[in-house]
């Protein structure tokens, strides 16, 4: 009676856990802690499209800071464009009421002329040193090739021995604020004597934006 209890395939007691099923299957439960080919391609893909993602975020902020900074400073070496601008006249009239004066009487000997001539002068140079202070440089040109983008053709004339195109009288001074023109050089220029083509005598600017 006993050794048949023992013997008993389907006692719970005699069964091997190890031993296949009638299936023909292991009783080991299968590894499904690595994913699928289709699944780790997938996720690949996902940290492809993340990773792209950042690194384009990354690339607009650094752009964005650029952009500011430049704002910034742009803001900061044309702030007096304005006000640079309102004072050109000023620095033209003092130069007018210097230019005013004949050699003659400058020479003579009217004390109270010369001291006034004096005071001018001095206001003048103070002016221009305030104006290189902030950026702010005097034209000048003559005797030099025309270059459109800081000199305006008043009027052209033959002059021989000259190139065409070469600045023969100062009209009136220009100034430019770091690298961008406040107002153009107001000039003559010299035209070729057999009729041929000088300059365009429109006006030539760098960046008169404010």
Known sequence: MNDQ?????????????????????????????????????ALEDEIARLKDHVL?????????????????????KYA?????RDLLSVADNLRRALDAVPEEM???????????????????????????????????????????????????APMPGKPAGTIIQLIEAGYVLNDRLLRPARVGVSRAVDGGEGPDSGPGHIDKTA
């Open 80 to 84: 007096v464009t304005g006000f640079a």
């Open 106 to 156: 400058k020479n003579g000997g009217d004390e109270l002329l010369k001291n006034l001539l004096t005071g001018i002068e001095a206001t003048e140079r103070e002016m221009l040193r305030a104006f290189e202070k902030n950026g702010i440089k005097k034209i000048e040109p003559i005797n030099v090739p025309f270059d459109p983008h800081q000199h305006e053709v008043m009027f052209e």
């Open 5 to 41: 209890n023992n013997n008993n395939p389907n006692d719970p007691a005699n069964i091997d856990p190890l031993a296949p099923t009638a299936a023909g299957e292991d009783n080991i439960a299968p590894d499904n802690g690595a994913p699928a080919a289709d699944e780790r391609a």
């Open 56 to 76: 384009r975020a990354l690339a607009d902020g650094e752009n964005t800071r650029k952009r500011a900074a430049k704002e910034r400073e742009d803001a900061t």
